[in-house]
């Protein structure tokens, strides 16, 4: 059976390099026959796992365990990471959504996209953030695809989230770059969001109707994984 390099990262870490969400991306997607694409997703069971198709032009496609997404924040924030950190830095991603711009300001990499091309996110907003801490993940259909939040320091900026997903095959998400966007687009302003168990995303509106999303990076491990 044929085999491909699986690379593993945490995407949006706090400072110190911990939590994160974790992405897989083959590099050499192209080798990976697309209608094994979603099963091995599936198989592999992260939030998001990614195929480069083109490594020199950013192509590439997001599948979470239960379908494909045309645009997606944490993978694409791992994916530009991975690329640079391989030696093959590019200024624009292409999923399906179209083109997304990305770029490194000190340790931190960033996307700017349209946020209404990711999933469409129900947003609650919560009395405060021990509310949000204590729920528990929601799996009826009524919450598909639901951001909690609450403010943390509204003066501040800091916000404390947590996102649930079930149809997308993932209870609930430890870092959601799309939700994110969006939530920066509709309060208007610069955010930091603490999500799921201790990842750190920073957000913004951006130009043009475009919201920005940024993060830390860690590579987990490299393994060869069967396809």
């Known amino acids: 059976m044929p085999a491909e390099t699986l690379h593993v990262l945490r995407v949006f870490t706090d400072e110190a390099g911990s939590a994160g969400n974790p992405l897989g991306v083959f590099l050499d997607g192209a080798s990976v026959p697309t209608d094994r694409r979603q099963h091995i997703a599936t198989e592999l069971g992260f939030s998001e796992t990614v195929y480069v198709d083109d490594a020199s032009t950013g192509a590439l496609r997001i599948f979470t365990p239960a379908t494909e997404l045309p645009l997606a924040g944490h993978p694409l924030v791992g994916t530009a990471w991975l690329l640079?950190?391989?030696?093959?830095?590019?200024?624009?991603?292409?999923?399906?959504?179209?083109e997304v711009t990305?770029?490194?300001?000190?340790?931190?990499?960033?996307?700017?996209?349209r946020p209404e091309l990711g999933p469409p996110w129900q947003f609650v907003e919560l009395p405060d953030p021990r509310t949000v801490t204590a729920l528990r993940a929601p799996m009826d259909l009524e919450h598909v695809h639901t951001s909690y939040w609450a403010w943390v320091d509204e003066d501040g900026g800091i916000v404390r989230s947590r996102v649930f997903a079930p149809a997308f095959g993932v209870a609930e998400d430890e870092a959601t770059g799309s939700a994110a966007l969006q939530l920066a687009q509709r309060l208007?302003?610069?955010?930091?969001?603490?999500?799921?168990?201790g990842s750190i995303l920073?957000?913004?509106?951006?130009?043009?109707?475009?919201?920005?999303?940024?993060?830390?990076?860690?590579?987990?491990?490299?393994?060869?994984h069967r396809i």
């Open 202 to 224: 920073r957000a913004r509106p951006g130009p043009d109707g475009t919201a920005e999303v940024g993060g830390r990076v860690v590579l987990e491990e490299t393994r060869v």
């Open 84 to 98: 640079a950190h391989v030696g093959v830095p590019v200024e624009v991603l292409r999923p399906p959504a179209g």
């Open 102 to 113: 990305t770029w490194a300001d000190g340790d931190m990499v960033w996307i700017r996209a």
């Open 188 to 197: 208007g302003r610069p955010i930091e969001i603490w999500q799921g168990n």
